[in-house]
Structure formats: C-alpha cells, structure tokens
C-alpha cells in the first residue's frame, strides 16, 4: 500500500512516478517516441501522440506537478510564455476582457498589451492592491482576473487572497503566475486560485538548461486549456521533460536553502551604507512583509537594490562582485544579477520605468545555490568599492 504523502519533499520525489516502475527503472526514463501505437482512443485529444503532450514522460510530469500545487491537474508547456497565452486565450474568448495587475512580468505584459487585441479581446489594468476599486473595472464581458505572486522586480505582494473571492462573486475566472515563490513557498489552488501558471524554466527546473512552462489548477479549466495547447501546438518536449522531472526532485531543498540565503543577503544589504533600499519581502521594512508572512511559506530567491550612487555605483559593483553570473532569468543554482533598466525593462520610457519604482541603478539578485557566506562575503567587498572607479 502507498502511504497518503502529505509533505512537499515526499511528493517531489515520489507524486506521479509509475507504478509498477517501467521496466524496475528507479527514475522514470525518458520516452522519446513521437507516436505510440493505436489504443482504441476514441478521443482525437487522447491518441498517444507527441503534439498532445501525453507520452508516460508527461503523465510523470502532469501528475507530480498537481500534487506539488494541491491542484486537481496539471500541464506541461513548451515555455512559460506557452502556458500563460494559451491558458488566456483558453478563458477569454473574442470578445472576452480581462481584469489584470499592473507591472507584469515583460512578456505577459506585452501578450495582453499587443496581442490580445488581434483576438479581439480588451483588457483593463487594475492596482492588485486595492480591491475595493477592482469592481468599477468589470464590463458585462470581463472573463478573468490575472495577476503575479510577486512582480519583477520590486517584489510587491499583491492582496492576493482578495483574488479568488472577487472571482467567485463576479463569475471569473483567477489566474495567478507564481513562479517567484514556487509551489514550495505559495500554493494558489489552497487559497482559491482557478489556474495557476509557471514558467518551469526558471525555479521547478532550477539549472538555467532548459525551457518550459506549466498550467495547474481545476480540472475542467485544465482540460480546456490542454485541448487549446494540442491545436496550438505548444507541447513540451520529452528530453526537456525529464529534465523538468529531474530537477522538480530537487525543489523544495533548493528553494528552501534560497529562501534562507535570500533573507541573510538582503538582511546585510539593508544595513550597508552604500545601499539605498532593499525590495524583499522577508524584510520587516518591507511594505508588505505582514501579508507576505501570511501568504507564504517562504520569501523566495528573488531580491532587488538599489545603491546610493545610482547607475554607476550598479555598474562597479556588478562589474566587481565575482559569483553572481550577470545575466537574465532567474531560479537557477547559480546567483544572477541583471539591471531591469537595461534589460527586462528596457522597453519602457525612463519615466515610466521611474513612476513604476524602476531606478537606473536597480539591480536584481536571483540568489544561487553557492554558500551563503562566500556570496555575502563577496556582496561586501564589491559594495565597499562602489565609490571607487574602476581601472582603465
Ligand atoms: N513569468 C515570469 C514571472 C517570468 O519571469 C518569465 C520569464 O522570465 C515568464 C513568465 C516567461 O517564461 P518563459 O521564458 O519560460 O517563457
């Protein structure tokens, strides 16, 4: 008998493998098949095909990641990119309108802002933060609601919990992308989400060597999603799939060890005279840390700072600090650090980057797997340094 696993590190490495295991494989091995033989399905969307994301190395993937999120199912995308717009042009149909949080992560924002409109759907941009002003937003059409666990890179936490209820009252549907924390810190479904949305690239894979994307969340708003992603064709590739499967093994440890060494970095960047503000929602300065301590498990591997000495100081220090990888995207083992002006958010006016809280000299930390001392250790060299001009 299969003991009820109930703890999150039991279910990433037992939740979904196959039983009996296939051919007495310890680890569930990679079907690189694009075709599978007929089985009587009477379904187009159950054939056993590649396109229809459903080779043993996805059911694998689907079934664990449902039980890591509370989630009724799960599925697998070739990309978080994948998941998001399929999952909104599966609940919004033409005509639809979506309620959605401002400051959304480059992609998505550019999705509902550019895109949408060609499906004939419309949108309006609502602050997440105060539901008492979502209602006068609603439209007889509006279909959904869509917001972040965190936003990149000030890491708000929106009044996420008011999500779901406001759903609930007006008909909607609550999608949610919570990649920041990880199923390991928040868990939507628990607290009334509809669709929860990931991209797998970044903390469920965890080593920066792959691209993918997940849906999870009520069982029929997953089937119809599936069925848009067959026709769409955004299916997961099986070798990316059991790197997917791997690394989700390793998350809660991995997360865990972040959450703790994102909090004692940020917690020396706060009191370093050189630093002008930390944006982490595990600091006690954080202007939503009380909402985050009720929400979240753990505070993620996410932080953002801003120096004294703007733009240049940014430069010295990313130029001198010899760990951190300076480059985009996040969740990996090792620690990166990029400058959201010039790089996630580029695309907006100076201006506009300011008004949104985006300083020249913001920059973003997605803290590794390296040893907590040795980063903080070479964080306080390089900030010791920022007023020093840097040679030739
Ligand atoms: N959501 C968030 C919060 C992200 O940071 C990203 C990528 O950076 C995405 C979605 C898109 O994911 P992908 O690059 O896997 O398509």
Redesign the pocket.
């Known amino acids: 008998m299969t003991p009820q696993i109930k703890d999150l590190s039991t279910k990433a490495i037992h939740a979904g493998e196959p039983v009996p295991r296939i051919a007495g494989a310890v680890v569930a091995p990679i079907f690189q098949s694009a075709n599978f033989e007929y089985g009587g399905e009477s379904s187009y969307h159950d054939l056993r095909y590649i396109r229809l994301n459903n080779t043993p190395t996805h059911d694998v993937l689907h079934a664990k990641l449902a039980a890591l999120e509370g989630a009724e199912a799960a599925v697998v995308t070739a990309?978080?990119?994948?998941?998001?717009s399929t999952a909104l042009l599966s609940v919004l149909s033409p005509g639809g309108h979506l309620l959605v949080q401002g400051n959304l992560?480059?992609?998505?924002h550019s999705f509902v802002t550019r895109d949408l409109a060609d499906f004939g759907m419309t949108y309006t941009v609502i602050d997440a933060d105060n539901p008492a002003s979502w209602a006068a937003s609603l439209q007889p059409t509006t279909r959904a609601i869509y917001v972040?666990a965190m936003t990149?890179p000030l890491l708000q936490v929106a009044d996420l919990a008011a999500v779901p209820t406001f759903a609930r009252q007006h008909g909607l549907v609550s999608l949610i992308?919570s990649?920041?924390p990880s199923p390991v810190n928040f868990r939507p479904v628990e607290h009334g989400f509809h669709v929860v949305?990931?991209?797998?690239?970044?903390y469920l894979n965890g080593h920066s060597d792959i691209?993918?994307?997940a849906v999870a969340g009520r069982s029929d708003l997953v089937e119809m999603i599936r069925q848009r992603l067959n026709h769409l064709g955004g299916a997961l590739d099986p070798h990316a799939g059991f790197l997917l499967h791997r690394g989700l093994k390793t998350l809660p440890v991995r997360v865990r060890y972040q959450n703790e060494s994102a909090l004692a970095i940020a917690h020396c960047l706060e009191r370093h005279p050189a630093v002008e503000r930390v944006n982490y929602p595990g600091l006690a300065s954080h202007p939503r840390h009380a909402r985050a301590t009720q929400l979240f498990d753990g505070f993620s591997g996410m932080l953002s700072f801003e120096l004294s000495g703007g733009r240049d100081a940014a430069d010295r220090f990313i130029k001198r600090v010899q760990l951190p990888v300076s480059a985009?995207?996040?969740g990996g083992v090792e620690t990166l650090l990029t400058l959201p002006a010039t790089t996630?958010h580029a695309g907006m006016q100076p201006e506009e980057r300011h008004l949104a809280g985006i300083g020249d000299g913001l920059i973003r930390v997605s803290v590794g797997l390296e040893s907590t001392s040795e980063l903080i250790e070479d964080f306080e060299h390089s900030l010791g340094l920022v007023g020093t001009p840097l040679a030739g």
């Open positions: 990309s978080g990119m994948a998941a998001i992560y480059g992609g998505t972040e990149n992308d990649t920041f949305l990931h991209s797998a690239t970044k691209v993918a994307g985009p995207s996040l996630s």
